[in-house]
C-alpha cells in the first residue's frame, strides 16, 4: 500500500483538504465552508471533518496545512487573522496531528505554502523565488532552495505591506501607502471607483508615473479627466455599481480608458513593491499569482518593463518574472507537497511535484 500524503488550505472563505500518493496522484479531496464567524472551535470542527474525510482513503503519512496570520514554531497562530474570528492563540499544528492520529503536522503562513508549491512545480531549478499571490489582499513568501524563509511568525515577507506611497492610500492595517492598498482586486477596484466619481484616490506620485508612462509625458489635470471621459467603467462606477479587478480587467481588454489608466496605476504599484523586494531579497525569479492574475497575465512583463527604472541593475538583471504555474490549487498541493518534504525530505516532494506536472 501506498504512502499518503494529505495537505489543508485553512482560508477565511473554504477548508480544503487533498491527499496524493507517493506517486504524486491525487486520492482524494474534501472541503467545508469556514464557520469564520463562529469562532476557532467551529472552525476547528470543521477542519476534523475534512481531515476524518480525507482518511477514509488510507492511513496518512503526514500533513501539511497553509493558514492566514502569524504561526510560531509550535504550529500556534500568533499573528493577526482577521478573517477568522478568535484564531490567535489558536495550537493548529497539535490540533491537526491529533485529528489525523499523531502523524507529523507542518504549519505555516499560507502565502508561504503558495510560494513553496510554485517552487516546488519547477522541479527545484529555481533556488530562490520570490512568489506575490494577488487577490483580495496581497500575499507572498519567499523559498531559498526548498527552504521557507519566514522570518519571526512565519509573517515574512510581508510584501502586501511594503510603503509605496508614503502617507497614501489607508490600509486594513492601519497604515497609509501599503501596496495592498493599491494593487489587491479590490483596491484596483476602487481606485477606479473613486477617479469615476471624482474622488481623491490618494494616488499621489503612483499616478503621476501611471499618467505619464501612458501619455509618454507629464500629465495635466485635463489628461486625468479624459481617462474618465466615454468610459464605460466610469460610468458603471457613477451608476454606484462596485467594481472589482474583474470588472476592471474587462474594461481594460476593450481598451476602456479608465481601464487602461487602472491596469496603469496598479502596473507601477507592483513595479515599486516588486522593486523592493528585488533589493532585499535578491531573487532568481518572481512569480505572480493570485485570482487577479488570470484576468491580467501582461502583468509580470509590464511590471519587468518598470523595475529596471526602480532599483539598482545587479537585483533585476538576472531575475525572472513570471505567472504562477498552479492556479487555485497552489495552497492546497503546496500544502501537500510542503508536509510530505518535512517527513519524507525535499527530494521526495520535488518528486510529487514532478508527477504532477508531468500529468498537468
Ligand atoms: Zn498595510
Known amino acids: ?37 463562529s469562532g476557532a472551535k467551529a472552525v476547528l470542527a470543521a477542519v476534523s471533518e475534512v481531515v476524518r474525510e480525507l482518511s477514509e482513503v488510507g492511513r496518512l503519512k503526514s500533513v501539511g496545512v497553509g493558514t492566514p496570520g502569524g504561526v510560531d514554531p509550535q504550529g500556534v497562530i500568533v499573528g493577526m487573522a482577521a478573517n477568522i474570528k478568535g484564531w490567535y492563540g489558536t495550537e493548529l499544528g497539535r490540533e491537526i496531528s491529533s485529528m489525523a492520529s499523531g502523524i507529523p503536522c507542518g504549519v505555516r503562513n499560507d502565502g508561504n505554502i503558495a510560494t513553496y508549491a510554485e517552487w516546488a512545480v519547477r522541479g527545484g531549478r529555481t533556488k530562490n523565488l520570490l512568489f506575490l499571490g494577488l487577490g483580495t489582499g496581497i500575499g507572498g513568501g519567499y523559498v531559498e532552495d526548498g527552504r521557507i524563509l519566514g522570518g519571526r511568525d512565519d509573517r515574512a515577507p510581508e510584501v502586501g505591506h511594503f510603503i509605496i506611497e508614503p502617507r497614501g492610500r489607508h490600509c486594513a492595517c492601519g497604515v497609509e501607502g501599503c501596496s495592498e492598498a493599491y494593487a489587491s482586486g479590490p483596491s484596483v477596484g476602487r481606485i477606479a471607483a473613486a477617479l469615476a466619481r471624482g474622488e481623491d484616490a490618494r494616488l499621489g506620485s503612483i499616478g503621476i508615473a501611471a499618467a505619464e508612462a501612458l501619455l509618454g509625458r507629464r500629465a495635466t489635470e485635463r489628461d486625468y479627466t479624459s481617462f474618465i471621459e466615454g468610459s464605460a467603467l466610469a460610468a458603471r462606477a457613477q451608476a454606484g455599481e462596485s467594481i472589482n479587478a474583474r470588472e476592471v480587467y474587462e474594461a481594460f481588454a476593450s481598451g476602456d480608458k479608465l481601464g487602461v489608466f487602472a491596469d496603469a496605476i496598479m502596473i507601477e504599484s507592483l513595479a515599486r513593491t516588486t522593486a523592493t523586494a528585488l533589493a532585499f531579497l535578491a531573487p532568481d525569479l518572481v ?57 519524507a525530505g525535499k527530494d521526495f516532494a520535488l518528486g510529487l511535484a514532478a508527477a504532477a506536472v508531468d500529468r498537468a
Open 1 to 37: 500500500m501506498t504512502d499518503l500524503f494529505a495537505g489543508l488550505d485553512i482560508g477565511g472563505q473554504s477548508i480544503k483538504g487533498i491527499v496524493v500518493d507517493a506517486g504524486g496522484v491525487v486520492a482524494a479531496e474534501a472541503s467545508r465552508a469556514t464557520p469564520a464567524s
Open 287 to 343: 512569480v505572480f499569482g493570485g485570482g487577479v492574475i488570470k484576468g491580467a497575465p501582461h502583468i509580470p512583463v509590464k511590471v519587468a518593463s518598470l523595475v529596471p527604472n526602480l532599483v539598482y541593475r545587479d537585483a533585476w538583471i538576472s531575475c525572472g518574472f513570471e505567472r504562477a504555474m498552479l492556479s487555485h490549487k497552489a495552497g492546497l498541493l503546496g500544502a501537500a507537497w510542503y508536509g510530505a518534504a518535512q517527513a
